[in-house]
């Protein structure tokens, strides 16, 4: 059994399920010991969640749990509970509730065609909303995972499907490409209040000194008796020119 699927309930002290999440290592900025990104930390310590791309259990109904937060993929969660006590994370789709019924599987009656549930692309009637695509049969989902992404299928014939992508691009796939009915939930960042300084601090955000205010030694703006304007060009610590740069090879 893939460790995906667990038959306890034992949440761990980051709120999630032990098997079905796992942690990540942070670089810090640093690659080989060496600064490549400035005024970057790890921040606080996350997990992120292990989600069932596959929709492994097929003609198995399911009922949504909980609902939780992916603070590494910054997406929405569900938890689904299927017979003999087996749990799997996805993504959490708009539409859908507490205690919402959740199904897939390769051959799907009309009534059963509403967010949440999966079946393969051929099955899906025209301009139906679907996320999670798989570009490969088999493959797992590839292209639509993000938050507020979508599709819509635009034709099909015996053997393809033409499918409209958020991009306004269109994909052509196979028949037997598994994809799930609706579109998935938005997060609205614009609506974060950060009360307090320290909370960049845990998202990873070092503070960033302004170079007149440091020393000639560490930035070229730095140094002299107070502020001091138009001392200089605008260079970045290195010395290297910021404004008025030329972006052509051309002469």
């Given at each position: 059994m893939s460790k995906r699927f667990v038959k306890n309930l034992f949440i761990d002290k980051f709120g999630s399920l032990n098997h079905l999440s796992?942690?990540?290592?942070?670089s810090c900025g640093r690659s080989f010991g060496k600064i490549v990104s400035r005024n970057r930390f790890t921040g606080s310590?996350?997990?992120?969640?292990?989600?069932?791309?596959y929709r492994s259990l097929w003609n198995i109904f399911g009922i949504v749990i909980k609902f939780d937060y992916d603070c590494i993929k910054k997406i929405s969660v569900i938890l689904i509970s299927y017979p003999q006590g087996i749990l799997t994370y996805i993504?959490?789709?708009?539409?859908?509730?507490?205690?919402?019924?959740?199904?897939?599987g390769s051959i799907i009656d009309k009534n059963l065609i509403k967010s949440g549930n999966s079946?393969?692309?051929?099955?899906?009637?025209?301009?139906?909303?679907?996320?999670?695509?798989?570009?490969?049969?088999?493959?797992?989902?590839?292209?639509?995972?993000?938050?507020?992404c979508f599709g819509k299928i635009i034709k099909k014939n015996l053997l393809y499907c033409w499918?409209?992508?958020?991009?306004?691009?269109f994909i052509k796939i196979s028949n037997l490409c598994f994809v799930s009915i609706g579109s998935i939930k938005?997060?609205?960042?614009?609506?974060n209040k950060y009360k307090k300084a320290g909370i960049n601090y845990l998202y990873g955000k070092k503070?960033?000194?302004?170079?007149?205010?440091?020393?000639?030694?560490?930035?070229?703006?730095?140094?002299?008796?107070?502020?001091?304007?138009?001392?200089?060009?605008?260079m970045s610590p290195w010395g290297k020119l910021i404004k008025g740069k030329k972006t052509s090879s051309k002469r």
């Open positions: 796992k942690k990540i290592k942070k310590k996350k997990k992120i969640r292990i989600l069932d791309y993504n959490n789709l708009s539409g859908i509730r507490f205690g919402s019924i959740i199904f897939s079946t393969f692309v051929g099955n899906i009637p025209y301009h139906n909303k679907i996320n999670n695509l798989e570009i490969k049969p088999f493959k797992g989902s590839q292209y639509l995972r993000s938050s507020g499918i409209k992508l958020k991009s306004n691009n938005i997060i609205k960042y614009n609506l503070p960033n000194v302004r170079g007149v205010a440091k020393n000639p030694v560490d930035h070229p703006h730095g140094g002299g008796e107070g502020k001091k304007s138009g001392k200089s060009i605008s």
